[in-house]
């Protein structure tokens, strides 16, 4: 009996869409560091969350800046170039995250000030860099 279940909860489901975002092609070493990249930059936005929920909102703009902002920007450039992902990327692909730095500076500095209200009034700003990038490429 709860195998036909199971069966028929999978097929009701529908069809999984084709997948269209831009294929990028990046040697492994780069894919793995892209992945931990990825993890910590969810592992950032959750602690960032978290802070603002909390009412710590300069707190919230000290790691966005330090973990996704401006200061956050060329920390793979000591590996060897195989392990870096920005320099495989396509242009369009590596200048999205380019910007979304920049966007995690400006919701830094509004947090810096202490305003809540203003903090979150960039927050949407910061997740859309985020949400641009992974809604058009894929790396598998």
């Not at 300069?58 to 996704?68: I, P, S, Y």
């Not at 320099?87 to 400006?106: D, K, L, N, V």
């Not at 202490?114 to 992974?134: F, T, V, W, Y």
Request: aromatic share 4%; proline share 5%.
């Amino acid at each position: 009996m709860k195998r036909l279940f199971l069966l028929a909860c999978c097929l009701a489901l529908p069809a999984a869409a084709e997948d269209t975002r831009q294929l990028v092609k990046l040697t492994q070493q780069a894919q793995e560091t892209l992945r931990l990249e990825m993890i910590d930059n969810l592992m950032a936005l959750n602690q960032i969350l978290s802070l603002l929920a909390g009412n710590q909102v300069k707190e919230a703009g000290r790691v966005a800046e330090e973990r996704l902002g401006k200061t956050a920007m060329g920390k793979n450039a000591r590996l060897p170039f195989e392990a870096r992902p920005g320099p495989q990327m396509p242009p369009e692909m590596h200048e999205i995250g380019r910007q979304g730095h920049f966007t995690a500076s400006e919701f830094a500095a509004a947090a810096a000030t202490g305003d809540r209200q203003a903090a979150l009034e960039k927050l949407p700003s910061l997740m859309n860099a985020c949400i641009g990038c992974h809604a058009s490429y894929r790396t598998r």
